[in-house]
């Protein structure tokens, strides 16, 4: 399994933005793919944005998509989720997640059991 750390929630006012990071150890981080999975109090967790082992391929659902972007950089072991015109009801924890696998087809990469590592979580509030 991977270990996995995300930084950069907070407190933001709608409209505002917000850079996710998360650094992983473990496993070789170029080798699989990554996502973003967020949890909104009383509701099931779900997938924010997927992105591929090259970072060739990237995934939204379509409640962040022109809004958010997913990057990595396989140096650093870094995954990003930057947020931008964020709304009220973005307001959720914010999980990093690791797949097993090097590929995945593109219509699984919002299934969270596709993914076996992580992270703690970071708490991202949007203010209206």
């Known amino acids: 399994q991977v270990q996995l750390v995300e930084s950069g929630g907070g407190l933001v006012q709608a409209g505002g933005s917000l850079r996710l990071s998360c650094v992983a150890s473990g496993r070789t981080f170029s080798t699989y793919v990554m996502g973003w999975f967020r949890q909104a109090p009383g509701k099931e967790r779900e997938f924010v944005a997927g992105?591929?082992?090259?970072?060739?391929?990237?995934y939204y659902a379509d409640s962040v998509k022109g809004r958010f972007t997913i990057s990595r950089d396989n140096a650093k072991n870094t995954v990003y989720l930057q947020m931008n015109s964020l709304k009220p009801e973005d307001t959720a924890v914010y999980y990093c997640a690791a797949s097993p696998r090097t590929y995945l087809s593109g219509n699984y990469y919002d299934r969270s059991n596709e993914y076996d590592s992580w992270g703690q979580g970071t708490q991202v509030t949007v203010s209206s």
């Open positions: 992105i591929s082992w090259s970072g060739g391929r990237a």
